[in-house]
Structures are given as C-alpha cells and as structure tokens.
C-alpha cells in the first residue's frame, strides 16, 4: 500500500529557511500529482504547492517567489524548499498524493509535520 512520511518541520526565525521531505512507498501509476497543503487551527486547509508527474508545478499568490516544490524520482521523494518564512506561514503541512487514471482516482496522505515560524 502506499504510505507518505513527511519530515523536517521545526523551529525557524522569520526570514529564515526550512525544506520539508515527503517521502513516498508503496507502487502508484503513471499519473499523479503531489501537492503541499498547511492548515492552522481554525482555518481552513490551504493548498501551497503542487507537482505533477510532468513536472508542471503550481502555487498560490501566498508563496509564489518563496516556496519551491521539487521531486526526486530516484528517492521517491518529494521536497517543499521554504525561504523568506513569515509568521503567517506557520502550520501544520501535509503532503497529499493524488494518483489517477481512466479507472481510479485516489488520494494519500501523510501525517503532517509542524513549521513554527517566530523570533
């Protein structure tokens, strides 16, 4: 079956950096998309970042020119480089795979791992 562990959350001072792994196991198909969502208490889940298995990648207005999702095939890992944090930017992130085809369409996720941004 397939599993997602994210790691490398933490503590960071604004203006700093951190770089989030989703590591994935288990077989997926051809086609997927891998997405970085954050959520807060109280506040709805928010997408941050996502790539597909063509490498198309996309971002929201919040992080664009900040935030960077890239993948390692090799590792099977999915990376979300983080720069120029904000207190605003502090959450739980999660990392979601999207797999699908002409016969199914499913979703995976991780347990999510903390990013506290403050001074």
């Known amino acids: 079956q397939v599993q997602l562990v994210e790691s490398g959350g933490g503590l960071v001072q604004p203006g700093g950096s951190l770089r989030l792994s989703c590591a994935v196991s288990?077989?997926?198909?051809?086609?997927?998309?891998m997405t970085w969502y954050r959520q807060v208490p109280g506040k709805q889940r928010e997408l941050v970042a996502g790539?597909?298995?063509?490498?198309?990648?996309n971002y929201p207005d919040s992080v664009k020119g900040r935030f960077t999702i890239s993948r390692d095939n090799a590792k099977n890992t999915v990376y979300l480089q983080m720069n120029s944090l904000k207190p605003e930017d502090t959450a739980v992130y999660y990392c979601?795979?999207?797999?699908?085809?002409?016969?199914?369409?499913?979703?995976?996720w991780g347990q999510g791992t903390q990013v506290t941004v403050s001074s």
């Open positions: 979601n795979l999207h797999v699908f085809s002409e016969s199914y369409d499913r979703d995976y």
């Open positions: 790539i597909d298995n063509s490498g198309s990648t």
């Open positions: 288990g077989s997926i198909g051809s086609f997927y998309a």
